[in-house]
């Protein structure tokens, strides 16, 4: 049997469970490349608005008005990242993390 865990806007949700303030706001995590701000993640309400990974932080503030911006932490959700596995861990010991929000995970038993 073969199970995969997926978490849409991941880093988004890790934010939200540091601070319940974030719950209903429209947010974005920026991280700066070549002295440009850059979307690194957005919270559901925000991308209801538009605003999505790889814009620039001024076209994110055009889509959405009230935008709430923070810095991203991507050491922070590689932490949650690798909590999450080891907790699927206890289940099966072959957890395999595909990408930042998703998990697979394998039994070494067929159903």
Do not use: W
């Not at 503030?61 to 932490?73: D, R």
């Not at 991507?74 to 206890?90: C, E, F, Q």
């Amino acid at each position: 049997m073969i199970a995969c865990v997926r978490i849409p806007t991941f880093a988004a949700a890790v934010e939200r469970c540091q601070s319940e303030q974030l719950a209903d706001l429209p947010f974005a995590l920026i991280e700066v490349e070549k002295a440009i701000q850059i979307v690194y993640a957005a919270s559901g309400p925000a991308a209801l608005q538009g605003v999505h990974v790889g814009m620039t932080l001024r076209q994110a503030q055009s889509m959405c008005s009230t935008l709430q911006v923070f810095p991203a932490n991507p050491a922070r959700y590689h932490r949650v990242a690798s909590d999450i596995a080891d907790t699927l861990s206890a289940f099966t010991p072959l957890v395999e993390q595909e990408s930042s929000p998703v998990f697979c995970g394998r039994t070494t038993e067929p159903p």
